[in-house]
C-alpha cells in the first residue's frame, strides 16, 4: 500500500489478520468511492487468502450462478484461490454478504437479517456510518445504510475474525457514539527551529509534509487512511495548530496540497480540516485588521472559505488556537472568543463546515511569585461565560484535563459547564508527557477513565456530553466530538514505539464506543497486530503484552509526578524528571513543595477557588482534603508531608514506595518482554528491546530524582531503609 | 575602517581618541608592514587632527628641513592642517618620533633616550614587542628593536594623551609579561543547530565567518585587528575548539580561508591559529585511525603542517580539545594526552609553530548520584602526573578554575603542578557565566585576583607561572602564555552591551601587564572610548562609568550563586536562575542543598580530596570551614545553613542579605546610567539601557527564586522580614 518509501509496518491491519475474510466468497452491494474501498479490501484479501469478491452495484440484479455476469456492467468478481464462490445451483453461496440496506435483490440471509431490523425501528436506523451485523442461514451479513457504514462493518468483522463465521448470532447495531472523531497533527511543513517537523512528535518526520512541501509519498498517507477508518477516525487536521508562516498558506496558496491529501483520504470516508492562523486576513489578505467584526475581515473569511470548498467540497472546517501561547486571537482586537469563532463559522456555515475552537487559552506569562493566578482555572474563566454565544457549527474543543495533557489530572470543569456550547474533547495520543514514545504507556484506560467520568455523578459522562446527550441520553442539539493529538510519522513502525501503535487503535476504538473495555480494545489490538495464533506460543504472546501494556499508564504515574500534582519534567523537552524544572517559570505549573509539604491549594475555603468550578458532587468531593481521591490530591491540596492517605501510608512514604515499585515494575516488563524472543519480528523486537532499555534507564532516573529530591526537602528516611541519594 | 558592512562603532579606537597624536608632528622611523600600520596610523590622525607624518626607512638620511625630500625614495610624508611640521631651521621639528633603535640618523631627542637606554642594559633588550617611552628636550620618544614594538609604543602614547606630551618623562621601559597573549574565538562556519554560529556568543554572529564561508567584510576583521593590537594581543584563533566538520576543513581544503584572515590580521602583529580535530587524519586524511603513536598519523600530521605552513608561513599553531565533552581524543586509541599533544607538536616543531592543548578534561556523563567523582578534581587528575612528559612547543591550556569559568571560583590546582610544562592560562572575556553581555559584568577584577593569586604563597603568582618565571622571578624555561574566549561579533557594537567592550579592553590590558589596577585600566578604557573631557560634564561620565562597572562582577556575584557553589543556570543556555539546574545532571556540577544545608564537602578529611591537590599554604586553608574564604566556603564544604561566616552572618542570611542587596545594586546601576542621559551617542545609550532593563529583571528573578529556594529548603526566616515567595 506504500509508494516509493520501504515499506512501513502494516500496524493492526498484516495481511494476515485478512485471513477469515480473504478465505471467504463476499458480495459487495453498494456504489461508490467508500463501496470502492470496501471491494478493494476484500479482493486483496481473497487474493492473499483463496476466497474470492463479487460487487455489484446496490441497484444490480444478482450474479448469474457461474458468477460470468459479475463482469458484465459496473459489478466486479475477483477471485483468490481455486474454489469458486457458487453455492447451491442457480444462486451463487456467500459467506459473508455486505450490502446497503436499500440494494436491490438481496440474498436471503442479507434480506432476513433487513427484516429484522425493519421489524424493529425502520429502514434508515443505522445512519451516515453506523452498520448492523449479523448471520442468518450460514452467512454473516453486514448492512448500512450508507457505504461508510459497511467499511466499518467489513473492519468490524475482521476484527470478529472466525466470530462472525460461527454460530447464528443475533443481530447487532453500531454507531458511533459521536458523529466527529477526529485526530489532530501537528505536523509543520517546515521544520520549526525548536519544536521540528512534528511538534511534540515522537515518531519521526511527518507524514503529509517533506522537504518543504507536500509529501511525494501519498502511498503511505493512503495507508494511514485505511488504518484510521479501520478504527473508526473520520476527520483529521493536516497542518499544527501552532500555525507558523509557511503553513498559513495552506489556506490559500497551498490549497493544493490539502485537496490532494483530501483526495487521498475521502476513500476512506475521512475529511480533511486545516488548522488556520486567526491572524489570517492580515498575514494572507494583506488586510488592515483581523478584527473579526471588521466587515471586510468576515468577507475575507467568507471568500477564502468559498474557494477552499470550491477545491475541495467535503471540507471538514477550521481547527483555531487562538490567543494561546502566543498565537495570535480575538482578544488582540478586545472581542471575545465567541465574537472569533462566530466569524470563522458564518464563513463555514454555507457549506456544512465547523470550526474547532480551542479553549486551550491561559496565560503563559505568569509570575510564579504570584500564588492566586490559577492555571487551572483559566479556560472556565475564559469560556463558561460565553456559553449559548456560539454559533451551530462551532465546536469548543477542550482538553480532558484543566492543564495539559498531564499523566493525572481531573476532569476540566468546562466540560460541565457549557449545556448550551457543542464540545469536542481532546485527548493525547502522542505521548508528550506520557514517556514519548519511549516508554510503553497503553493509555486506553485513561482515556476510558475521563470518558466514563460522570461530572453530575449522575450517570451522565464525559463522552456523553461529547456526544450532545442529556440526562435522558437524549439529544441535547450540542453534539460535539471527540478529538486526539496523532502520534505518527513517517518512523517504519509509524509510532517509533511499536507498541505505541495500540494507542491510536484504541483512540479510535473508544472514540466510536468509550464503553468498550481497554483491556478487551487491546485484545483486539494483539489479534490483528501479531495474529498470536499463529505463533508457536499463543497464550504466551498475548499474556506478556497485557502484562506489559494493561498496567503501564499507572505504572508510569507511579514512577514521575506524584499524587496528580504534574510536571516535574525537563523543561522545554518535557522528557524525563526535573522536580523544579517549572517551579520558578512564567508556564503556571508549579508545585509548592517546601520542607515541610507540597501541592497546590486549589479550595475555596483557602486556595485559589478551582473545585468551585465543579457541579456538585465533586465540588464538594475536590473541596476536602480527606475526601478528595489519594491519586488527585497534590492537585487540589497543599499537605503536609505527614499527610495520611486513604491508602494509610503518608504522602512522602507513598512517593517512595510508588517510585521504587514503578522503576521495579518496568524492569519487570523488560524481563517479561524478553521471554517473547521468536515470537515477534526481529525488528520490532530489537526496537521495542531498545525503549525499555531507555524506559528502565529514565525510570531509575525518575526514582531517583524524586526520592532524593522529597528526601531532602523533607529530611525524613524511607520507612524501608532503601537507597536514597 | 569597515568593509561593505554598516560601520561598526569604533570601540576604544574613536578618531578623537588620537587627537594628541594626530594634532602633532609625527617622524616614523622604521620599515616593514607593521611600521607602515604605525605610519598609516599617524596619517589617519594627522589627517582629522592637523598634525603631520614623516616616515622614512630606519636606514634613511634625515629629511631635509623642508620635508620635500621625503617624497623622494621610500619616505612618505603626510600632512594634516595648515602647520608644517619644520622646526628649527635646518632640521624639522618633530614632537614624536617612533624609532627602532636600529635606526641610523636619529633626531636628538631619540639619540639621547637610546644613549641612556644603552647605558642602563644595552640595546637589544626591548625584544620582539616591548619598548622605550621617554620625553627628552621636548620630543616625545618610542623606541623599540622591532616594529611590533613601535606599534605598542604608538598605543601608549595615545592612551596617555597630553600627559605623553608634557614634562620631561623618565624612560619606562614596558615589555609584555607573557609573549602570548591570544584569544580564541569559538566560531562556527556554519550555525550550529544547538550553539548558532558563535559558541557562547552574545554579539551576533561571526565576524570571520558567514553564510558558510569567509566573511565578504574583511574591512571588519582589519577594525578588529586594529582594536587587538592596540591592547597588545598577538595571537587568535578563527574557529570553535568544538571543531565541526566543515570548521575542521579549514585545515585543508579550505585553508585558502584562514590564510586570507592572516592576511589581514599580521600587519597588526597577530599570528593566526586554528582549533584542529583531533580526528582530522580519519575525517580528512581517510585514514583508518587517528592514533598518535602510528606512524602514518604522524606523517599525515606533518605533511599537512607542511602545507599550512606553506600557505601562512608565520601560522601560529593548533589549539585542541581533545577528550573533551564529546570530542575525540587520545583516550580513543589509549594513548596519553603527552602522547597527542607530543605528535601535533612534532608536525609544528620545524615551523615554530606551538600546540595549545587544554587541560578542560573532565567526565561530562557523571552520575549525580555518586559523590565520590569530583569534576573539579578531573584537570589535575589527567593531568599532573603528565608533567614533564610534554615535548618543548605543547602548552597546556589551563581554564583559571578547576570547574568552568564560574562567577567565582578558586584557582585551579594545576597552575601550581606542572612546572615541567608550559602552562597557558584561559579566562572567558565572552559572559557565558557571568551575564551573557546583558548584564554589565566588568571582568577586569576577577582576572586581576586570578593572575595575582599566589599558589605557593610566597609571592610568586600565577601569571608569573604563565610567564615562565620562578621564585626569583627568573626564567624557568617553561613560559606559557594568557588566552581567552573572545566575546565579538558582528554586533554594530562588537559586545552586544556596549560596556561589555571594557572586558575585551581589560583582557588585553592585563595579559600585557598584570600589575594593572583594574579600575585603572577602566579609566583608560573610558577616556579612549568617550574622551570625557570632550563632554559637557566629564567628571560626571567618569564617576557614573565607575559607579556601574567597578563592582559589577561582585554585584552580579551577589544575586547569583552563593559563596563560591557556581552553577543554578538553566541548563543549556546558561542564562538566569535554576537553582536544580544542574542538580541531577551528567555534567559534575552540584550544590547538594537539603533542608538543613548546602555545599560541595571536597576537604581530604570528609569529602572528596580535592584540597589536596593544592600545595601549602592553601591544602591547609581550604580543608577547614574555619579557615577557608567566605566567598569561597560551598566550593570546600557543606555546612549548615545556620553556619557563621567571617563577616558574622550565617549562610542563610548571607544568602538572603546578598540576593536582595545585589537587586538593590541593578537597580541603582540603571538609575545612575540614566542621569548620563545626553552625554553619550543615544544608540549607545538606547542599548545599554535595554540591557540594564533585562539585568535588572534578571536579577530580581535571581534574588527571588534563590531566596525562595532556600527559604522553602531551611524554613529559616528573614532576619529583617523582607518578602520572601
Known amino acids: 500500500m506504500t509508494g516509493d518509501q520501504p515499506a512501513a509496518h502494516p500496524a493492526w491491519l498484516p495481511d494476515k489478520a485478512f485471513r477469515t475474510v480473504g478465505s471467504r466468497h463476499v458480495l459487495v452491494c453498494a456504489d461508490g468511492p467508500l463501496a470502492q474501498t ?77 427484516a429484522e431490523l425493519d421489524w424493529r425501528s425502520g429502514r434508515g436506523m443505522l445512519g451516515a456510518e453506523g452498520f448492523a451485523l449479523g448471520r442468518r442461514d450460514g452467512v454473516t451479513v453486514v448492512l448500512a445504510d450508507e457505504p461508510a457504514g459497511l467499511l466499518h462493518g467489513l473492519f468490524q468483522v475482521v476484527r470478529l475474525g472466525e466470530t462472525a463465521f460461527g454460530a447464528t448470532q443475533p443481530i447487532e447495531v453500531h454507531h458511533p457514539v459521536t458523529a466527529r472523531r477526529m485526530l489532530n497533527h501537528w505536523d509543520n511543513i517546515d521544520a520549526h527551529p525548536v519544536m521540528g517537523q512534528v511538534e511534540r512528535g515522537y515518531s519521526g518526520g511527518s507524514i503529509f509534509w517533506r522537504d518543504g512541501g507536500l509529501t511525494p509519498d501519498l502511498g503511505r498517507v493512503r495507508a494511514y487512511a485505511r488504518l484510521l477508518a479501520s478504527i473508526g477516525v473520520n476527520a483529521v487536521t493536516v497542518n499544527n495548530v501552532n500555525v507558523h508562516a509557511t503553513e498559513a498558506r495552506l489556506l490559500t496558496d497551498r490549497l493544493g496540497d490539502v485537496a490532494a491529501l483530501a483526495e487521498v483520504l ?17 498575514a494572507l489578505g494583506g488586510l488592515p485588521t483581523a478584527d473579526p467584526l471588521d466587515d471586510g475581515v468576515r468577507a475575507w473569511w467568507a471568500d477564502t472559505t468559498r474557494q477552499v470548498y470550491a477545491a475541495i467540497p467535503d471540507f471538514g472546517g477550521y481547527v483555531v488556537k487562538a490567543d494561546s501561547e502566543g498565537q495570535p486571537g480575538p482578544f488582540g482586537y478586545g472581542r471575545t472568543h465567541a465574537d472569533g469563532a462566530n466569524t470563522l463559522a458564518a464563513a463555514l456555515e454555507p457549506f456544512g463546515g465547523v470550526v474547532h475552537w480551542r479553549a486551550f487559552v491561559y496565560n503563559h506569562t505568569q509570575d510564579w511569585r504570584d500564588r492566586s493566578t490559577d492555571r487551572a482555572r483559566a479556560a472556565y474563566d475564559h469560556f463558561a461565560p460565553l456559553d449559548g ?50 516508554h510503553v504507556c497503553y493509555l486506553g484506560p485513561l482515556w476510558h477513565e475521563v470518558l466514563a467520568f460522570e461530572p453530575w455523578g449522575d450517570g451522565r459522562t464525559v463522552a456523553a456530553v461529547a456526544a450532545g446527550r442529556g440526562a435522558d441520553n437524549g439529544p441535547t442539539g450540542f453534539e460535539g466530538g471527540l478529538v486526539a493529538v496523532s ?60 502484562e506489559v501494556m494493561d498496567g503501564s499508564w499507572q505504572t508510569y504515574e507511579s514512577y514521575t509526578a506524584p499524587l496528580g500534582v504534574g510536571f516535574m519534567v525537563r523543561p522545554g523537552s518535557h522528557y524525563g524528571p526535573d522536580v523544579d524544572g517549572y517551579e520558578y517559570t512564567p508556564w503556571g505549573t508549579y508545585h509548592f513543595a517546601d520542607r515541610d509539604g507540597i501541592g497546590v491549594d486549589r479550595s475555596r475555603a483557602t486556595g485559589t477557588g478551582f473545585t468551585g ?23 487540589f491540596h497543599h499537605v503536609p508531608y505527614t499527610h495520611v492517605l486513604h491508602s ?50 529514565c ?27
Chains 1, 2 share one sequence.
Open 389 to 438: 454565544q456560539f454559533a451551530g457549527n462551532v465546536i469548543l474543543q477542550v482538553k480532558y484535563g484543566p492543564i495539559d495533557f498531564q499523566t493525572r489530572e481531573p476532569v476540566s470543569p468546562v466540560i460541565a459547564a457549557m449545556p448550551g456550547t457543542r464540545l469536542a474533547v481532546e485527548l493525547q495520543v502522542t505521548q508528550e508527557y506520557t514517556g514519548q514514545q519511549r
Open 613 to 635: 468550578q465543579y457541579p456538585q458532587p465533586w465540588a464538594q468531593v475536590y473541596e476536602s482534603a480527606d475526601s478528595c481521591p489519594d491519586e488527585l490530591l497534590l492537585f
Open 699 to 725: 525510570a531509575q532516573e525518575w526514582r531517583d530524582q524524586i526520592n532524593t529530591y522529597f528526601y531532602r526537602k523533607s529530611g525524613i528516611p524511607d520507612a524501608h531503609g532503601r537507597r536514597i541519594h
Open 38 to 114: 470496501v471491494a478493494q479490501e476484500v479482493a486483496h484479501a481473497a487474493e492473499q487468502h483463496g476466497g474470492s469478491l463479487h460487487h455489484r452495484p446496490a441497484g444490480q440484479a444478482a450474479p448469474h450462478p457461474d458468477g460470468d455476469n459479475a463482469e458484465d456492467g459496473s459489478g466486479t468478481e475477483a477471485h483468490g484461490g481455486t474454489s469458486n464462490g457458487s453455492g447451491a445451483a442457480g444462486e451463487p453461496r456467500f459467506d459473508l454478504v455486505l450490502a446497503l440496506t436499500g440494494a436491490d435483490d438481496l440474498p436471503e440471509a442479507a434480506a432476513m437479517v433487513l
Open 487 to 546: 502520534n505518527v510519522g513517517d518512523d517504519p513502525f509509524w509510532t517509533g514505539h511499536p507498541l505505541a501503535q495500540a494507542n491510536l487503535y484504541a483512540f479510535g476504538r473508544l472514540a466510536w464506543n468509550p464503553h468498550l473495555d481497554p483491556a478487551a480494545v487491546l485484545d483486539e489490538w494483539i489479534d490483528l497486530t501479531f495474529a498470536p495464533a499463529a505463533t508457536a506460543d499463543p497464550g504466551l504472546l498475548r499474556q506478556t503484552l497485557h
Open 648 to 697: 494509610g501510608k503518608t504522602v512522602v512514604q507513598h512517593i517512595y514506595d510508588t517510585h521504587f515499585e514503578g522503576a521495579d515494575r518496568v524492569a519487570r516488563m523488560r524481563s517479561r518482554w524478553a521471554g517473547l524472543a521468536g515470537l515477534v519480528a526481529p525488528d520490532l523486537d530489537a526496537r521495542v528491546r531498545e525503549r525499555l532499555d531507555e524506559q528502565s534507564r
Open 266 to 282: 475521502r476513500p476512506y470516508g475521512i475529511r480533511t480540516h486545516l488548522s488556520v492562523n486567526f491572524n489570517s486576513p492580515v
